[in-house]
Protein backbone atom coordinates (compact mmCIF):
# COMPACT_ATOMS: atom_id res chain seq x y z
CA UNK A 1 0.00 0.00 0.00
CA UNK A 2 0.87 3.29 -0.77
CA UNK A 3 2.78 5.40 2.28
CA UNK A 4 0.93 9.34 2.84
CA UNK A 5 3.33 11.36 4.95
CA UNK A 6 1.61 14.00 6.91
CA UNK A 7 4.82 15.80 8.77
CA UNK A 8 4.77 18.65 6.82
CA UNK A 9 1.32 19.56 6.02
CA UNK A 10 0.74 22.82 7.16
CA UNK A 11 -2.63 23.02 6.12
CA UNK A 12 -1.73 25.99 3.65
CA UNK A 13 -4.20 26.98 1.20
CA UNK A 14 -3.58 26.88 -2.97
CA UNK A 15 -5.15 26.26 -6.11
CA UNK A 16 -8.65 24.85 -5.03
CA UNK A 17 -12.14 23.76 -7.32
CA UNK A 18 -13.92 24.76 -3.85
CA UNK A 19 -16.94 22.43 -1.97
CA UNK A 20 -16.36 20.28 -5.20
CA UNK A 21 -13.31 18.80 -4.19
CA UNK A 22 -15.26 17.23 -0.95
CA UNK A 23 -16.79 15.32 -3.27
CA UNK A 24 -14.29 14.42 -5.12
CA UNK A 25 -12.70 12.83 -2.06
CA UNK A 26 -16.13 11.02 -1.43
CA UNK A 27 -16.34 9.79 -5.13
CA UNK A 28 -13.17 8.39 -5.10
CA UNK A 29 -13.42 6.47 -1.63
CA UNK A 30 -16.40 4.92 -3.14
CA UNK A 31 -15.36 3.71 -6.67
CA UNK A 32 -12.41 3.23 -9.20
CA UNK A 33 -15.28 3.23 -12.21
CA UNK A 34 -14.52 7.04 -13.20
CA UNK A 35 -16.45 6.21 -16.55
CA UNK A 36 -19.50 5.44 -14.62
CA UNK A 37 -19.23 9.05 -12.97
CA UNK A 38 -18.58 10.83 -16.08
CA UNK A 39 -21.34 9.87 -18.10
CA UNK A 40 -24.21 10.79 -15.43
CA UNK A 41 -21.73 14.35 -14.01
CA UNK A 42 -20.35 16.93 -16.53
CA UNK A 43 -19.31 19.11 -14.24
CA UNK A 44 -16.51 20.82 -15.26
CA UNK A 45 -13.55 19.83 -12.38
CA UNK A 46 -15.31 16.07 -12.15
CA UNK A 47 -14.26 15.55 -15.45
CA UNK A 48 -10.83 17.81 -15.83
CA UNK A 49 -9.72 15.28 -12.61
CA UNK A 50 -11.52 12.46 -13.16
CA UNK A 51 -10.98 11.72 -17.00
CA UNK A 52 -8.43 8.99 -18.27
CA UNK A 53 -7.35 11.30 -21.13
CA UNK A 54 -5.62 13.25 -18.54
CA UNK A 55 -2.79 10.68 -19.30
CA UNK A 56 -1.89 12.00 -22.57
CA UNK A 57 0.30 14.08 -21.24
CA UNK A 58 2.71 11.75 -20.17
CA UNK A 59 1.85 8.07 -21.55
CA UNK A 60 3.35 8.25 -24.74
CA UNK A 61 7.17 9.49 -22.61
CA UNK A 62 9.50 6.52 -22.57
CA UNK A 63 10.64 6.25 -18.89
CA UNK A 64 12.95 3.89 -17.58
CA UNK A 65 11.12 1.52 -15.70
CA UNK A 66 13.92 0.91 -12.67
CA UNK A 67 14.01 4.82 -12.48
CA UNK A 68 12.96 7.32 -9.81
CA UNK A 69 10.33 9.65 -10.36
CA UNK A 70 9.26 13.06 -8.27
CA UNK A 71 5.90 14.96 -8.93
CA UNK A 72 5.79 18.11 -7.54
CA UNK A 73 2.14 19.42 -7.28
CA UNK A 74 0.32 16.15 -8.24
CA UNK A 75 -3.18 17.70 -7.72
CA UNK A 76 -5.87 15.11 -7.36
CA UNK A 77 -3.88 12.26 -9.18
CA UNK A 78 -4.64 12.38 -12.22
CA UNK A 79 -1.35 10.99 -13.52
CA UNK A 80 0.26 9.68 -9.98
CA UNK A 81 -0.81 6.31 -11.02
CA UNK A 82 0.24 6.26 -14.72
CA UNK A 83 3.99 7.29 -13.09
CA UNK A 84 3.31 3.88 -10.86
CA UNK A 85 2.95 1.86 -13.69
CA UNK A 86 5.76 3.42 -15.24
CA UNK A 87 8.38 3.83 -12.99
CA UNK A 88 10.47 1.51 -9.66
CA UNK A 89 9.61 4.35 -7.15
CA UNK A 90 7.36 7.38 -7.08
CA UNK A 91 7.54 10.44 -4.36
CA UNK A 92 4.28 12.86 -5.19
CA UNK A 93 4.41 16.27 -3.45
CA UNK A 94 1.11 17.72 -3.42
CA UNK A 95 -0.09 21.09 -1.15
CA UNK A 96 -3.48 21.01 -0.07
CA UNK A 97 -4.29 18.21 2.18
CA UNK A 98 -7.62 17.49 0.46
CA UNK A 99 -6.16 17.42 -2.68
CA UNK A 100 -3.83 14.89 -1.53
CA UNK A 101 -6.09 12.75 0.19
CA UNK A 102 -7.71 12.43 -3.34
CA UNK A 103 -5.00 11.28 -4.50
CA UNK A 104 -3.83 8.76 -1.96
CA UNK A 105 -7.90 7.69 -2.19
CA UNK A 106 -7.08 6.76 -5.62
CA UNK A 107 -4.06 5.44 -5.83
CA UNK A 108 -3.08 3.99 -2.21
CA UNK A 109 -2.79 0.57 -4.43
CA UNK A 110 0.46 1.11 -5.49
CA UNK A 111 3.51 0.25 -3.11
CA UNK A 112 6.15 1.98 -4.62
CA UNK A 113 4.49 5.20 -4.04
CA UNK A 114 4.91 7.98 -1.51
CA UNK A 115 2.61 10.75 -1.26
CA UNK A 116 3.91 13.60 0.90
CA UNK A 117 1.43 16.58 1.71
CA UNK A 118 3.22 19.69 2.13
CA UNK A 119 4.81 23.13 0.27
CA UNK A 120 7.74 21.64 -1.78
CA UNK A 121 10.15 24.26 -0.87
CA UNK A 122 9.91 23.00 3.20
CA UNK A 123 10.32 19.42 2.88
CA UNK A 124 13.35 17.87 3.25
CA UNK A 125 14.44 15.83 0.44
CA UNK A 126 17.27 13.59 0.76
CA UNK A 127 17.70 11.90 -2.47
CA UNK A 128 18.44 13.21 -6.20
CA UNK A 129 16.10 11.61 -8.91
CA UNK A 130 16.19 10.04 -12.65
CA UNK A 131 12.73 12.08 -13.57
CA UNK A 132 11.08 15.12 -11.85
CA UNK A 133 7.76 16.24 -13.47
CA UNK A 134 6.40 19.84 -13.04
CA UNK A 135 2.58 19.35 -14.45
CA UNK A 136 0.81 22.71 -14.23
CA UNK A 137 2.91 23.94 -11.65
CA UNK A 138 5.37 25.96 -12.77
CA UNK A 139 3.27 28.98 -13.50
CA UNK A 140 2.16 28.90 -9.63
CA UNK A 141 5.83 29.32 -8.63
CA UNK A 142 5.19 33.08 -7.86
CA UNK A 143 2.51 32.06 -4.76
CA UNK A 144 4.47 29.28 -2.86
CA UNK A 145 8.27 30.49 -3.49
CA UNK A 146 8.63 34.08 -1.68
CA UNK A 147 11.90 35.78 -3.37
CA UNK A 148 12.43 38.00 -5.71
CA UNK A 149 12.29 35.71 -9.00
CA UNK A 150 10.25 32.95 -7.78
CA UNK A 151 10.06 31.49 -10.96
CA UNK A 152 13.66 31.09 -11.54
CA UNK A 153 14.70 30.07 -8.13
CA UNK A 154 11.87 27.49 -7.99
CA UNK A 155 13.22 25.96 -11.06
CA UNK A 156 16.85 25.99 -9.78
CA UNK A 157 15.65 24.35 -6.37
CA UNK A 158 14.22 21.87 -8.53
CA UNK A 159 17.09 21.01 -10.47
CA UNK A 160 19.20 20.09 -7.17
CA UNK A 161 17.11 17.36 -6.91
CA UNK A 162 17.81 15.78 -10.56
CA UNK A 163 20.77 13.12 -10.92
CA UNK A 164 23.68 14.20 -12.82
CA UNK A 165 22.00 12.42 -16.46
CA UNK A 166 18.62 13.11 -14.89
CA UNK A 167 15.18 14.47 -17.16
CA UNK A 168 12.56 17.50 -15.96
CA UNK A 169 9.25 17.23 -17.53
CA UNK A 170 7.41 20.81 -17.69
CA UNK A 171 3.43 21.25 -18.54
CA UNK A 172 2.66 24.53 -18.66
CA UNK A 173 0.48 27.06 -21.24
CA UNK A 174 1.48 29.45 -23.79
CA UNK A 175 0.46 32.61 -22.86
CA UNK A 176 0.66 33.20 -26.25
CA UNK A 177 -1.59 30.09 -27.47
CA UNK A 178 -3.85 30.77 -30.53
CA UNK A 179 -6.99 30.37 -28.30
CA UNK A 180 -6.49 33.65 -26.44
CA UNK A 181 -6.00 35.50 -29.62
CA UNK A 182 -9.52 34.39 -30.87
CA UNK A 183 -11.96 34.75 -27.77
CA UNK A 184 -11.25 31.94 -25.41
CA UNK A 185 -10.65 33.14 -21.81
CA UNK A 186 -7.16 32.64 -20.22
CA UNK A 187 -7.10 29.30 -18.56
CA UNK A 188 -5.89 30.61 -14.54
CA UNK A 189 -7.86 33.77 -14.48
CA UNK A 190 -10.48 32.86 -16.73
CA UNK A 191 -10.29 36.77 -18.32
CA UNK A 192 -10.27 37.72 -22.05
CA UNK A 193 -6.61 38.75 -23.47
CA UNK A 194 -4.93 38.67 -19.61
CA UNK A 195 -2.28 36.14 -20.59
CA UNK A 196 -1.35 38.55 -23.74
CA UNK A 197 -1.24 41.81 -21.97
CA UNK A 198 1.36 40.05 -19.58
CA UNK A 199 -0.64 39.43 -16.56
CA UNK A 200 -1.15 42.97 -15.92
CA UNK A 201 -2.10 43.45 -11.73
CA UNK A 202 -2.11 39.58 -11.54
CA UNK A 203 0.57 38.55 -9.17
CA UNK A 204 -0.27 34.91 -8.20
CA UNK A 205 -0.03 32.91 -11.55
CA UNK A 206 2.17 33.52 -15.06
CA UNK A 207 2.20 31.68 -17.84
CA UNK A 208 5.09 32.08 -20.82
CA UNK A 209 5.78 32.52 -25.04
CA UNK A 210 8.10 30.05 -25.83
CA UNK A 211 11.16 32.43 -26.04
CA UNK A 212 10.83 33.45 -22.02
CA UNK A 213 10.23 29.52 -21.15
CA UNK A 214 13.48 29.04 -22.71
CA UNK A 215 14.96 32.01 -21.55
CA UNK A 216 13.59 31.07 -17.85
CA UNK A 217 15.22 27.53 -18.23
CA UNK A 218 18.54 29.24 -19.53
CA UNK A 219 18.69 31.10 -15.85
CA UNK A 220 18.19 28.29 -13.97
CA UNK A 221 21.16 26.27 -15.36
CA UNK A 222 19.50 24.43 -17.93
CA UNK A 223 21.16 24.50 -21.35
CA UNK A 224 19.42 20.91 -23.37
CA UNK A 225 16.04 21.02 -23.72
CA UNK A 226 13.04 19.81 -26.74
CA UNK A 227 9.17 20.92 -26.56
CA UNK A 228 6.64 19.23 -27.71
CA UNK A 229 3.63 20.69 -28.80
CA UNK A 230 0.47 18.94 -27.36
CA UNK A 231 -2.83 19.57 -29.52
CA UNK A 232 -5.24 21.05 -28.32
CA UNK A 233 -3.74 21.43 -25.32
CA UNK A 234 -1.75 19.58 -22.05
CA UNK A 235 -4.67 19.40 -20.76
CA UNK A 236 -6.39 17.08 -23.05
CA UNK A 237 -3.72 16.55 -25.89
CA UNK A 238 -4.90 13.93 -28.76
CA UNK A 239 -2.01 14.37 -31.21
CA UNK A 240 1.79 15.78 -30.22
CA UNK A 241 3.97 17.27 -32.85
CA UNK A 242 7.39 18.54 -32.20
CA UNK A 243 9.83 20.96 -34.81
CA UNK A 244 10.36 17.85 -36.76
CA UNK A 245 6.69 16.77 -37.40
CA UNK A 246 4.92 19.97 -38.03
CA UNK A 247 4.24 18.98 -41.55
CA UNK A 248 2.07 16.20 -40.47
CA UNK A 249 -0.18 19.20 -38.72
CA UNK A 250 -3.51 17.78 -39.56
CA UNK A 251 -6.21 20.75 -39.09
CA UNK A 252 -9.43 19.24 -38.55
CA UNK A 253 -8.03 18.37 -34.91
CA UNK A 254 -9.99 19.70 -32.39
CA UNK A 255 -8.97 23.04 -30.62
CA UNK A 256 -11.63 23.99 -28.46
CA UNK A 257 -11.53 24.88 -24.95
CA UNK A 258 -12.96 22.04 -22.64
CA UNK A 259 -14.28 24.52 -19.83
CA UNK A 260 -15.91 27.68 -21.03
CA UNK A 261 -17.74 29.13 -23.41
CA UNK A 262 -15.65 31.09 -25.89
CA UNK A 263 -15.83 33.75 -28.78
CA UNK A 264 -14.69 33.11 -32.35
CA UNK A 265 -13.29 35.97 -34.05
CA UNK A 266 -11.66 34.65 -37.20
CA UNK A 267 -11.28 30.65 -39.11
CA UNK A 268 -8.36 29.52 -36.09
CA UNK A 269 -7.82 26.24 -38.96
CA UNK A 270 -7.10 28.48 -41.94
CA UNK A 271 -4.44 31.23 -39.14
CA UNK A 272 -2.79 28.26 -37.98
CA UNK A 273 -2.17 27.00 -41.99
CA UNK A 274 -0.90 30.12 -42.16
CA UNK A 275 0.97 30.63 -39.38
CA UNK A 276 2.69 27.11 -40.22
CA UNK A 277 3.12 28.04 -43.65
CA UNK A 278 5.18 31.28 -42.46
CA UNK A 279 7.35 29.08 -40.14
CA UNK A 280 5.96 30.89 -36.75
CA UNK A 281 3.46 27.98 -35.74
CA UNK A 282 5.74 26.94 -32.69
CA UNK A 283 5.26 29.99 -30.80
CA UNK A 284 1.20 29.86 -31.20
CA UNK A 285 0.17 26.61 -29.88
CA UNK A 286 -1.99 26.14 -26.35
CA UNK A 287 0.30 24.72 -24.61
CA UNK A 288 4.17 23.53 -24.37
CA UNK A 289 5.96 20.37 -23.08
CA UNK A 290 9.59 20.29 -22.45
CA UNK A 291 11.67 17.97 -21.69
CA UNK A 292 14.91 19.31 -20.32
CA UNK A 293 18.01 17.52 -19.70
CA UNK A 294 20.06 18.03 -16.76
CA UNK A 295 23.65 17.64 -18.90
CA UNK A 296 23.98 16.17 -22.04
CA UNK A 297 21.38 14.33 -24.18
CA UNK A 298 21.73 10.65 -25.30
CA UNK A 299 22.51 11.30 -29.24
CA UNK A 300 21.35 7.34 -29.31
CA UNK A 301 18.64 7.69 -27.83
CA UNK A 302 15.51 7.46 -30.17
CA UNK A 303 13.61 10.51 -30.25
CA UNK A 304 9.47 10.53 -30.51
CA UNK A 305 9.09 13.43 -33.47
CA UNK A 306 4.92 12.39 -33.28
CA UNK A 307 2.40 10.81 -31.24
CA UNK A 308 -1.52 10.31 -32.14
CA UNK A 309 -3.39 9.04 -29.08
CA UNK A 310 -7.21 6.84 -29.47
CA UNK A 311 -7.79 6.41 -26.06
CA UNK A 312 -11.32 8.10 -26.45
CA UNK A 313 -12.62 5.04 -28.21
CA UNK A 314 -13.90 2.21 -26.16
CA UNK A 315 -10.92 0.45 -24.46
CA UNK A 316 -10.73 -2.36 -26.68
CA UNK A 317 -9.48 -0.23 -29.21
CA UNK A 318 -7.26 2.12 -27.23
CA UNK A 319 -3.44 2.68 -28.90
CA UNK A 320 -1.40 5.08 -29.22
CA UNK A 321 0.69 5.65 -32.52
CA UNK A 322 4.01 7.20 -32.16
CA UNK A 323 6.81 8.42 -34.97
CA UNK A 324 10.12 7.76 -33.74
CA UNK A 325 12.96 8.83 -35.17
CA UNK A 326 17.07 6.91 -34.19
CA UNK A 327 20.20 8.31 -36.57
CA UNK A 328 18.08 10.12 -39.43
CA UNK A 329 15.60 6.47 -39.68
CA UNK A 330 11.87 6.59 -38.77
CA UNK A 331 9.89 3.82 -37.65
CA UNK A 332 6.24 3.64 -36.70
CA UNK A 333 5.35 2.27 -33.45
CA UNK A 334 1.84 1.39 -32.04
CA UNK A 335 0.97 0.20 -28.55
CA UNK A 336 -2.03 -0.71 -26.50
CA UNK A 337 -3.17 1.57 -24.16
CA UNK A 338 -4.79 -0.86 -21.68
CA UNK A 339 -4.51 -4.97 -21.79
CA UNK A 340 -8.41 -4.52 -23.48
CA UNK A 341 -6.85 -2.92 -26.55
CA UNK A 342 -3.26 -5.39 -26.75
CA UNK A 343 -5.49 -8.05 -28.90
CA UNK A 344 -6.79 -5.53 -31.34
CA UNK A 345 -3.41 -3.77 -31.37
Not at 62 to 67: E, G, L, R, V, Y
Not at 242 to 253: P, Q, V
Not at 315 to 337: G, H, M, Q, W
Amino acid sequence: MAILNLDYCNNEGGYSDGEIESELLQIVKESDDYNEILKKDDRWPIFYHLSPLRENVFNWYPFKKDASLLEIGSGCGALTGLFCSKVKEVKSIELTEIRGKINYERNKKHTNLELIIGNFNIIPLEEKFDYIILNGVLEYAGSFTETEDPYTDFLKKVKTFLKPNGILLIAIENRFGIKYFNGAVEDHTSRLFSGINNYAGINSVKTFTKGELSGLLRDAGFKNFKYFYPVPDYKFPEVLYTDKSLDLMNFNIRNNVYNANRLLFYNEEEVQNTLTKEGIIEHFFNSFIVEIFNGERDSEKDTIIYAKFNNDRKDRFKISTKIIENNNKLKVEKEALNQKAQRHL
